[in-house]
Nanobody, 123 residues
Framework: QVRLVESGGGLVQAGGSLRLSCVVS????????MGWFRQAPGKERRFVAS????????YYVDSVKGRFTISRENAKDTVYLQMDSLKPEDTAVYYC????????????????WGQGEQVTVSE
């Protein structure tokens, strides 16, 4: 059974930073492309960032470019999302996702999901 467990969320003031981590078990991590999505209250779950299996290709939604960085450590079965210069509009539940296909910006492109991690950015 594949399991994704996120951590690192919390409450931070605008302009601050957080780093989310997602540990994967039950499957060879290096066989998975990984992504981060977020869901704000009353809104759909939306793409934030993704990284290919070996980490050579990374993609971001325009609203986080230059502020967020996705990375992975295959030796630790972990993908990260470093979030800097946080804004109140970044407030959401953040989900880690894994795919056996090439990374996608679409939710349907991912087979495996974590339980979500709350990130709240205050004014």
């Amino acid at each position: 059974q594949v399991r994704l467990v996120e951590s690192g969320g919390g409450l931070v003031q605008a302009g601050g930073s957080l780093r989310l981590s997602c540990v994967v078990s039950g499957r060879t991590f290096s066989s998975l492309g990984m992504g981060w999505f977020r869901q704000a209250p009353g809104k759909e779950r939306r793409f934030v960032a993704s990284i290919s299996r070996r980490g050579g290709d990374m993609y971001y939604v325009d609203s986080v470019k230059g502020r967020f960085t996705i990375s992975r450590e295959n030796a630790k079965d972990t993908v990260y999302l470093q979030m800097d210069s946080l804004k109140p509009e970044d407030t959401a539940v953040y989900y880690c996702a894994g795919t056996t296909s090439y990374v996608s910006k679409l939710k349907d492109g991912y087979e495996y999901w974590g339980q979500g991690e709350q990130v709240t950015v205050s004014e």
